[in-house]
């Protein structure tokens, strides 16, 4: 590899007669976690990352990830920082790798990479998703790639799964690919976050990261439940009737079928060998405050990713019944309103070296 540098402002690569040209200039991305209505669990290949069935997820204003990413020619090695703190070496080599698959090579310049999230991060609220979102496309600038909302999916779900959703506002659906390559497996918009009004409420029942992550959960889940065959096969139907209900704003039938989804997934992740359980005593408590609310006539619904946050879907009319249920059990310590939100995008910055 030949390397040499342009006007101080672009580190330049030639490999087998291919240049890249990376910006040394800091890029800063912005992108908001999203929670899928449909669950998404299992993968068809962990080499990959190819999901084993589709989801569909509705992005969230409140919650967001912030990363600036800047290439060096003077780093030896890659350096994360995330939420103020030196990251993990497992979480570093997850970063670099994924800038080596954005690069197509591990030959590239080092980079500096500083992530904050709005949020507790890996405690079950998609901060995965939010981080490579913004990874992405931060990766993607910096590299001086052009790429379409559909390769920066797929890119991103390279990173993360839940992530290639991430890179579109309001609600989209992840799409199940049949090819061994991935190419098909990237998310599609289905109305932006201006198309329906309704809220999803985060009750934070921990702040403390999970002790087994998404991806060991879906590998047991699929080795060992007996009924994982019948999840992924049920799934298509789910996801035609969740299309449809979005698609005639039917809040009710939207509720049950994402509250529907939800057991479905977590039943499935109970039945495997040892058994697999995010859920703690809020949680479970939430469950049957939410139920016993519906009942009185509130239309609220729960769901629950791979941690013990819980999310209720309701209307803006319903908000403040929900918070007052919310604000009489023991252990939801915090409540966070969200709104359907945006894309990620790119942040105008005054190019600030973070090196």
């Not at 402002?9 to 890249?20: D, E, G, L, Y």
């Not at 609220?125 to 979102?133: H, V």
């Not at 999970?210 to 699929?222: A, D, H, N």
Request: hydrophobic letters at 40%; charged letters at 25%.
């Amino acid at each position: 590899m030949d390397v040499y540098k342009e006007r101080n402002h672009f580190f330049v690569t030639k490999t087998h007669s291919v240049i890249k040209k990376y910006s040394l200039s800091p890029v800063t991305a912005v992108a908001h976690s999203n929670i899928a209505l449909i669950k998404y669990w299992g993968k068809r290949s962990v080499e990959y990352n190819l999901p084993a069935v589709g989801s569909i997820s509705l992005t969230l204003d409140a919650l967001h990830t912030k990363t600036t990413l800047q290439f060096s020619d003077t780093l030896k090695e890659d350096q994360l920082i995330l939420n103020d703190q030196d990251a993990t070496a497992s979480a570093l080599k997850r970063v670099s790798d994924f800038l080596d698959i954005t690069a197509g090579s591990s030959d590239r310049p080092k980079a500096k990479v500083i992530s904050e999230n709005n949020f507790p991060t890996g405690a079950g609220l998609a901060s995965s998703a939010s981080g490579f979102a913004a990874l992405a496309l931060a990766a993607g600038k910096g590299m001086g790639q052009s790429l379409s909302d559909e390769a920066l999916s797929r890119l991103a779900r390279m990173g993360s799964g839940s992530a290639a959703r991430s890179i579109y506002g309001g609600f989209s659906e992840m799409q199940l690919g049949t090819k061994d390559d991935g190419s098909e497996d990237f998310a599609v918009p289905l109305y932006d976050e201006n198309y329906w009004d309704v809220r999803l409420l985060v009750a934070v029942t921990s702040d403390e990261k999970k002790e087994l992550g998404s991806t060991e959960g879906m590998v047991r889940t699929t080795k060992t439940a007996p009924y994982y065959e019948h999840w992924v096969s049920s799934h298509p139907n789910d996801l035609r009737e969740m299309r449809q209900a979005i698609a005639e704003k039917d809040f009710e039938k939207t509720g049950e079928l994402a509250e529907h989804s939800c057991f479905k997934m977590h039943g499935l992740a109970m039945a495997a060998k040892p058994p697999i359980l995010y859920w703690n005593a809020a949680t479970t408590e939430t469950i049957h405050r939410v139920w016993i609310l519906r009942k009185s006539g509130v239309p609220a619904y729960v769901t629950i990713d791979a941690g013990p946050q819980m999310k209720i879907l309701c209307l803006p009319e319903s908000v403040d019944a929900v918070k007052d249920t919310l604000s009489e059990i023991n252990g939801v310590r915090s409540v966070i309103e969200a709104k359907p939100g945006p894309g990620a995008y790119i942040m105008e910055t005054v190019n600030e070296t973070i090196i």
